[in-house]
Every structure is written in structure tokens, then in C-alpha cells.
């Protein structure tokens, strides 16, 4: 009998093994669902306050009947409290640096007569997106609420034209915070900060927790290769990752009411390589860690970097270079590519070619570096 | 490339085994034979090194230095050969503790790449009489069962060579009793078995023993070679207030060792002319009967321990 590096049937056997061990770990079962939902959640208040009255002030120019009716308009809905009215462009601006106002309304002189003609006066709101959670919905309830109010109050006097189209531009103007975050934005990444999270996690504590209670001995006794064993600890939680996916997708979909634009099997697809990626991260952890607490320090050692240099919490453009490149070197990063491409953009597989290799090289060479790591005796 | 392997060829031919843990010799020089269908005894005070032998011998352990075969394979470079042919019952239970009874058995069995799975399985569920217990969660049994379970799922590839590291240890009695009946079933149909175990009723089921102390072997052979090889004589004495009167004995010149065993006391020396006459003054003694007998095994252990450990002393 010759002797192999690798055998289908051990392979099935490490398998099966570890299914029926995840399935009746609840402890386990029960954080893989937890920490999507609590994340979520956590992450989906952070992002969804609909904080409302917040103060503004109005620099009125014209001070028309018209442009009265749109302030009182704003005092009445209630996302706007119109705190100093009528102030001059410089106190506004002062106000807003100071954090004493979140909005600036700006009619400009002639707003009126400009817009009666025609002629599309600029309407401008000014907003402090320091906190962007915090003025989302206000502003899109601005866009809004100006031409309807118009309609409402003074059909009659407007042009035909004007009542089917406003001639009016509104335009709105972040400051502190030209880089957008949103829910859009934030929910497809988290889709990669969970798996990282739990996937690495969970497979570093899976063989550590054999070498704790001796059955690793019993395994190592047996013909069983290497390989097997880390690829058949890997198998199981890959279906894990996915019901992790599933559920994510569907509360990013119910409650932030994202849809994928692009392909969805795409996406699951190309999910694979991520999720095998952190698995492979924790079985070659769990080579190297002595316990269980190693092997959760390293985790979080991963971990950490992931969030912060992937571009999921900061813009990878503004990190000096060698956070860039630490972050091409993670997995997370290209996920993230992947991830917002597909659900935001509807990017094409085409365009996805880079993560996708960069992915499958970091999945390779963490799986070299647990092979080679991994005893096969107990000292 | 099969190995030349006759009935007389030894199980395990291992010489010089040494091991050492951060600079600590834990196993020193240590060289056995084990014959085929033999039940070979291991026996020794806890720490001596026993399982780290035992892990060496299946591949689990890297010695420092070692020669010799097991199961005809060169025991440092050939232990996938060694380790498709031996079944390792760890001392400490080692199967899945949220797996059942069938479920580590059939794991075991693809590990092995057994044929006829199933069948096996079931066979050696009947043959433990696992019965009802074979959907248990194998955490869940006492010490016994697991024990047997332990067993069956180191048989379950028929290997030649078992390697039982104190397999009785927290077993009750009557089920030590059959683990050894089965034991020498299992020999009688052609397996050999090293056994260790600190028991040394134990002792006197096997065919062959070593004895070893602190990482050094002290003595192997049959229990009676083991006997003659020490050179010992022993007399026995019972009756009377035996303790104290050991305390008499102690130190006088021939008496080498006064064991003290329930009813009786072993009185032992080196040279039997010596021993005989240091006894004799006490033979007139009311009360107690002086036999001269054989030393047992337990006496000769702890000779050697202690003429081994005053020779490190000096
Ligand atoms: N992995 C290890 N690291 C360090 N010391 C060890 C290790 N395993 C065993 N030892 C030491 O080696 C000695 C022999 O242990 P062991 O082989 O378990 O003896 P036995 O089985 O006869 O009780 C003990 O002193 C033990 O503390
Ligand atoms: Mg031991």
C-alpha cells in the first residue's frame, strides 16, 4: 500500500467529524447568527438615527413672501428648527463652524423675481456631515420639501412651465465630511468585517480546542494527513460563512433597503474565496496558538488591521503608504472591492479580476505557512 | 516494500530511547523488546516516563536519540508505516466527547480507510456490547464505557501491535478483570499488547515486563527472570505487632529491605547467608511465623528503585 499526502476519504472523514460537532455546538451556532444581528443592529442605529429638529439658521436675501413660506414651511417639518433667523452669511458660517447649527438655508437676493422668470435661482443648503448619520434624512427631505411647498402655496401665480418642472436649484453643500459614509456604503462592508470576524475566530478556536482536550492526540495517532485535517476543518464553517451571508443580505435588504444591483450568484461566487481566505487564517493560527487565549489574541491581531486599513472605516486614499500596503495585503480590502462593487454598482466579473487574485494568493500562501507549521507530533 | 517480518521477530526492537523535555532527561537510554503475541508489561511510579515511551513508539514524540524497529519499520523514519499498524489507547480518554459511540467508531474507521465500514462497525459495537449506548454522546458515559470505547476504536483497523497506556487506571475491579480476559484473547488470536499500567496485580498477567523509574529501565523479563535477575531473597514473617516490629528490623546488617504488607512483612536482603542469619535471632519470638519464600515483584521495585536512586546519590 503506497502511502498519500492526501486522501479524498480522510479528507470526508475530517468532514463529517466537524459537521456534526458544529451542529451540536449551540454555543458556537448560536454567536455565528449572533454576531451578524448584533452588528447590524449595532451599526444600523449608529447609521439610521433620524435625529430631527435639528437647528438651522436662514440667510434670507430676499425676504419674499416666497421665501418666507419655505422657511415657515422647514420650521413645521419636523427635521428643521429654525433657530437664528435672518442672519448674515458671516454669523451662519460662524454658527455652523461652531456646531451651533447643523443647517444654513441661503436664498439668494432676488430669489423671487429670478424665480418667477424662470431663471433658476440657486437655493443652497449647507450642512455639517461631520456626523453624516445625522443629516441624511433631513437633507433628502429638504430636496423635497422646497418645490412642494411652492406648488402648494403659489400655483396661481407661477408660470406653467414652473408648476409641471420648478425652475429652481437646489443644491446642497456637506461640509467637514466630503467623503460620504452612508448605510449604502456601510452595510456591503460590513458584509466582509463579519465574516472576517466570526470565520477566523471561529476555526482558530476549532484546533486549539483539540490540542486542550487531547483528542488531538487521538487524531495525530491515526494515517491522517495535514492537509485533511485543515481543509476538512475548513469545509464545514465555509457553509456557516454562507448562512451569514444569506442573513445579512436579507436584513440589508429589509431594514436598509439595499438590493444587490449586480449578480448575486456573482457575488456569492466570488464570496468563496473570502470566506476560505479568514477560514485558512484560522486553522494556520490554530497551528501556531497554544490555547484557546493565544488563539484568540491572534484573532483579534488580525482582525484589527482588517477593519481598520481595508478602507472599511477610513478611505484607504488618505492613509500614508505603508497602511496601503498592509491593506492590499489583507483580504478584507479586496472583499470590500468586490462586495460594494457588486451590490452598489453592478460591477461585471471583468472588473473583479484583481481581488479575485489577490484573494486566492493570500488563501495559498496561509495555507503554506499552516502546513508547514502544523505538528504532527505533540512537542 | 514490505519489511522481512517472522512469528519471531520482536513487535517493537527499540534501543536507546532517549527523550528529554527542556533539557530534562525524562527517558534515558531506554531499549525493550517486545515479542509477537505477547502482552508486555509496562510498569513503573507515575512521572517515570511511561507514556512518553509510549509516544515516541507511535510517532508522537520526536526522541532525542533512538534505534530499532516497531513492527519491522525503522521506528524514526517510517511512522506512517507504524502508525496504519498500531492502535494507541492514550491514557488520558481522548475520543470525541460530542460524538457518539458510533459516530467516533465510524470516524475512526474512514480515518483508517477501512472497507466494509458499517459492518465493522457494528461488529465491534456487538462484540463491546455497546448496545442501546451506540447513539450516546461518548462524554457521557462512565469511566468503564469509555474505557471500552476507547478500546474498541483502537481495534476497529485490526492492528498488530497494541500500544494501552494504563488502560485500568480509575476502572472499577470487576471491569479491569474482563479488559484483561479480553486482553489475552486478543493475544491468543495473535496481536501483541504493551501494556503500562502501575498495578502490580497487573504485573503477574503479563508475559514479559520492564520496569522503569524516573526514565531509566531498571529490569525486563519474565516476572519470574525479573525475580531471579534481582537475586533476591525474602523471608516472610506474620503475626504479632507488626510495625513496630519492622521498625526493629530495619538497618540491622543483611536486612537490605522490610516491606511491610498488610498481614506480613517482607524481609529482604541481597545475600541470602546474610539475611539468614540476621533473621534468625528472631525466629524464637512468640507469636510470629517465619517463612522463607521468593521476593514478589513488589519487592524487587523497590530494591531497584532505591539501590538506583543510591547510586545517582553517590
Ligand atoms: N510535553 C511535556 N513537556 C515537558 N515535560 C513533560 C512533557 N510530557 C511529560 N513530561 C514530563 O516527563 C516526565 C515523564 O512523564 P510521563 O511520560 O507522562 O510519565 P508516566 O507516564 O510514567 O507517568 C514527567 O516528569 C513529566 O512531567
Ligand atoms: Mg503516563
Redesign the pocket.
Known sequence: MRLQLFSPARFVAVVIKEFIQVRRDRVTLGMMIGIPLVQLVIFGFAINTNPKYLPTAVVDGDMSTFTRSIVSAMNNSEYFRIDKDLVSEKEATALLRRGEVQFIVTFPENFTRELLRGRHPQLLLQADASDPGTVGYAVSSFQTLAPEVLRRDYRPVLPGVAVASLPLDIRVQRCFNPEIETPINVVPGLLGVILTMTMAFITALSMTREKERGTMETLLSTPVRPLEVMLGKIVPYLLVGYVQIGLILVIAWAVFDIRVVGSLPLLLLLSLFFIAANLAVGVTISTIARNQVQAVQMSIFFFLPSILLSGFMFPRRGMPEWAQWIGTALPLTHYLQIVRGIILRGTLLNDLWTPIMAMIVFFLIVVMIGLARYRQT?? | MKPVVTASSPAVDARNVTKS??G?V??NRVSIQVRRGEIFGFL????????????ILCGL?RPDHAEGTCLGFDLLHRRDEIKRRIGYMT?KYSLYEDLTVEENLQLMARLYRLDRRRERVDAMIERMNFGDRRRQLSGAMSGGWKQRLALASCLLHDPELLLL??PTAGVDPAARRDFWDELHNLTASGITALV?THYMDEAERCHRLAY?AY?NLLTQGTLHEVVAASGLSTWTVQGGNLSAFAVELRGLPGIEQVVPFGESVHVTGSDRAALTAAVQPFFSRPGLEWRETAANLEDVFIYLSQQRARDNFQ
Not at chain 2, 513503573?44 to 509516544?55: M, Y
Request: net charge negative; proline share 4%.
Open positions: 505533540l512537542d | 523535555f527542556d530534562r525524562v527517558v513503573g511510579p507515575n512521572g517515570s516516563g511511561k507514556t512518553t515511551f509510549i509516544r514524540l491514557q497506556d494504563e503500562s522503569l526514565g
